[in-house]
C-alpha cells in the first residue's frame, strides 16, 4: 500500500469521526483506522490512531497519548474461504523510524501503523480484529480482495500491437469487471526517452483517461468506453514542453494500459470524505467497521504491457499540430522532418 495514499484519507477520517457530539463534551475513546488490502503488495498496512473529542484546546493535538494507543495492542486478520478459517496472521508495529510524517497540527513524532509482510490471496474473506487490552475494546471488520480481470479481445489487440492512434477517429477500452469491483481509473503508462545536450533520460507520463463504476460487484460486466484518438496527441501536447536544445529530441518507446481499482465500500468512504462546498459544512459518517470509525477494505492495480506506436501515429506525434514542437523523432528517427 502507498502510504502516501493514506495521509489524506486520514485526515479526513479525524475530522469525520463524529459530527453530532459537542465539542466540549467529556473526553471518549473514538479509534479511527485505515486498511486497504492489495494483493499485488508486498508489504499491507493498517492504520490505528485514536481520534479524539473532548474538553481543551488545540495543544491537546500535540500530546503522543491522544492521538496514537501506547500499549500494546492486538492486531489479527483471518483468512476466510468458503466459510472455513484457512489460517491467521498476526501484524506488529513498525520502527520508530520507518514511518516519517510532516509536522502539523497532530504530534507526529515516532509515528507508527501496523504492518505484515503475509501473502494474502483474491479468493478469499479477510477479516480484521483488533483487541485493546485497557479499554476491553474489540473491533472487527471484514474485506473481500477484486480478483484479477482480463481486456475484452479490441482492447487486447490494440494494445499487444504496434498501437493505431491514428487522427480522426476513436479508439476503445473495454474489459470483463472482477468481483467486489466497483470503480476502476484507466491509465495510459506513456513512455519516452529525452535526451538532451546527449544526455539521455528514461521518463514515463500518466494519462487518466476515464473513470468507470460498474453496475454491480457481482462481476462479469462489460465495461466500454471511446475516446477520439486525437486526445493522445492533445494530452501529450499539454503536458511536456518544449526542449532547450534545437538537436535535443525525444524517442517513443512505449505505451502500457494500467488499472487503478477499488470496491464500492472504499469509493463510498472516499466520497463522503471529500470537503464540502457551500453553507452545510457537516461531512457525514461512512464505516464500515464495527466499534470503530474508517475503512477497511482493498483495492487492485492491473498493469497490461503495451506496445509502441504504429509508422503512422509516430509520425502524427513527430509532426502534428498537437505535439510537432516537442521535438519526437519520427518512424525513421528523423528529427525535424516536418519544418
Avoid at 42 to 60: A, P, T
Avoid at 277 to 290: C, M, R, S
Avoid at 318 to 335: E, R, S, W
Wanted: charged share 25%; with cysteine; glycine share 4%.
Amino acid at each position: 500500500m502507498n502510504l502516501k495514499l493514506i495521509a489524506p484519507l486520514i485526515f479526513a477520517l479525524f475530522i469525520s469521526c463524529s459530527n453530532e457530539i459537542e465539542i466540549n463534551d467529556e473526553w471518549k475513546d473514538i479509534t479511527c483506522i485505515i486498511g486497504v488490502l492489495n494483493q499485488n503488495d508486498s508489504v499491507h498496512y493498517i492504520r490505528i490512531q485514536r481520534g479524539y473529542l473532548g474538553k481543551g484546546d488545540m495543544e491537546s493535538t500535540h500530546d503522543y497519548d491522544s492521538i496514537y494507543y501506547s500499549e500494546n495492542i492486538n492486531v489479527k486478520i483471518e483468512r476466510w474461504k468458503d466459510d472455513e478459517l484457512i489460517e491467521s496472521f498476526n501484524l506488529y508495529k513498525t520502527n520508530p523510524n520507518e514511518i516519517i510524517k510532516d509536522s502539523g497540527l497532530f504530534s507526529y513524532k515516532n509515528a507508527f501503523v501496523f504492518k505484515t509482510s503475509h501473502t494474502i490471496y483474491p479468493d478469499s474473506k479477510y477479516k480484521l480484529s483488533i483487541y485493546i487490552p485497557s479499554l476491553n475494546k474489540t473491533i472487527e471488520a471484514s474485506t473481500y480482495l477484486i480478483d484479477d480481470f482480463e481486456l475484452d479481445e479490441e482492447t487486447y489487440y490494440l494494445f499487444n500491437n504496434n498501437i493505431n492512434f491514428s487522427f480522426n477517429s476513436m479508439f476503445s477500452v473495454g474489459w470483463i469487471t472482477p468481483y467486489d469491483a466497483k470503480v476502476f481509473y484507466s491509465k495510459l503508462l506513456i513512455h519516452y526517452i529525452e535526451v538532451i545536450n546527449y544526455d539521455s533520460t528514461y521518463k514515463s507520463i500518466i494519462w487518466t483517461m476515464n473513470k468507470s463504476l460498474s453496475n454491480s460487484v457481482l462481476g462479469g460486466e462489460h465495461i466500454k468506453f471511446y475516446l477520439p484518438k486525437s486526445d493522445f496527441y492533445k494530452f501529450v501536447g499539454s503536458k511536456l514542453k518544449e526542449l532547450p536544445g534545437y538537436d535535443d529530441y525525444r524517442v517513443i518507446t512505449g505505451i502500457d494500459l494500467l488499472f487503478n481499482v477499488s470496491t464500492e465500500e472504499l469509493n463510498t468512504y472516499i466520497e463522503l470524505s471529500n470537503p464540502t462546498t457551500g453553507l452545510l459544512q457537516d461531512l457525514p459518517v461512512y464505516t464500515n467497521i464495527d466499534n470503530a470509525y474508517g475503512i477497511f477494505s482493498s483495492r487492485y492495480t492491473k498493469l497490461f504491457r503495451g506496445g509502441t506506436l504504429d509508422k503512422k501515429s509516430k509520425d502524427s506525434l513527430a509532426c502534428g499540430v498537437y505535439t510537432k514542437h516537442l521535438n519526437f523523432l519520427d518512424f525513421f528517427d528523423n528529427l525535424h522532418r516536418c519544418e
